[in-house]
């Protein structure tokens, strides 16, 4: 995932992109995001990874919970994220996780490449 993820997002945006390890320092996920500077109301959300091995065990979930605290803690009320409309994984993680659809988008990223504006109310 190395290519698609710069460094910058962890350089930049440091105080809201965490990333999880085991106990040797193995990286299992990463979620990098950032607080707005259009809206002083949101936070976005960029890229969540977590390893194959550990989907599904609650990690990405916890990564998220922890970019939340991150957003509320300088008074961020919403998050936002883009994803794919054929990405039904990652649908069903952000319906989960509390996302609601905003709308989609044709030819959002370039022709072709739609993608559904998702949008989390933080409480």
Do not use: W
């Amino acid at each position: 995932m190395a290519p698609i993820l710069p460094k910058l997002f962890f350089i930049h945006f440091e105080g809201t992109s965490f990333v999880a390890e085991d106990t040797s320092g193995e990286l299992l996920g990463f979620v990098c995001g950032f607080l707005s500077q259009t809206a002083d109301d949101e936070a976005y959300i960029h890229f969540i990874g977590v390893t194959p091995e550990d989907r599904g065990d609650g990690l990405g979930r916890a990564l998220y919970e922890r970019f939340f605290e991150e957003a509320r803690a300088n008074g961020r009320t919403s998050v936002r994220c883009v994803t794919s409309p054929v990405n039904q994984g990652s649908l069903a993680f952000h319906e989960a996780m509390g996302f609601q659809v905003e709308r989609v988008v044709e030819d959002y990223d370039g022709p072709g490449e739609d993608r559904v504006l998702l949008v989390k109310q933080l409480t």
